[in-house]
């Protein structure tokens, strides 16, 4: 099955700087990359996902880039904000969606 | 759009008893997933309806966990007897069709003690 690594686990930034977190995937029939938001006490939020036959997708501050050779996946935050502090987590979809462990974001004041 | 619905919101019980979760998906999609998330970990799929049909149950621990989804919209995911290592938090997902984008309820923390 798939297996989806996640770096860092944990990652403190100044407010308006930027941010990146970055995984890896092991199955290279995998098409789908989703990214999510989970803030304390609530479930998952779907906030940008990147298909196989892309290389970038941006959204305002998000981006995600996909590396379909080296088989990793990124995702850039910029001018972060308070409300980005969240922990996020990457996926990847063969047959079923497969997480990566988290990344704990800090935005500092 | 109402999103997925989930409940209870928590739940804590002792070990050797039952508990029973409820998800409502979002209106007309027709595949649902359940998911289990440890602290500090990522969700990790238990199992997946397509309309009321079993698409993958590999990793549901079927000696003591169950999940149905009778017409083809609520589910429900019952665990019997909790084990302390159940501790958890229970993730209802839902999506328009297999491979598409899922969208997560706000999910039951359950505490086995």
Redesign the interface.
Known sequence: GENVEQHPSTLSVQEGDSAVIKCTYSDSASNYFPWYKQELGKGPQLIIDIRSNVGEKKDQRIAVTLNKTAKHFSLHITETQPEDSAVYFCAAIDYKLSFGAGTTVTVRA | EAG?AQSPRYKIIEKRQSVAFWCNPISGHATL?WYQQIL??????LI?FQNNGVV?DSQLPKDRFSAERLKGVDSTLKIQPAKLEDSAVY?C?SSSGL?Y???????TRLTVT
């Open positions: 997925v997933y500090g970990q990522g969700p990790k799929l997946q993958d993730l997902a491979g984008e899922q969208y997560f309820g706000p999910g």
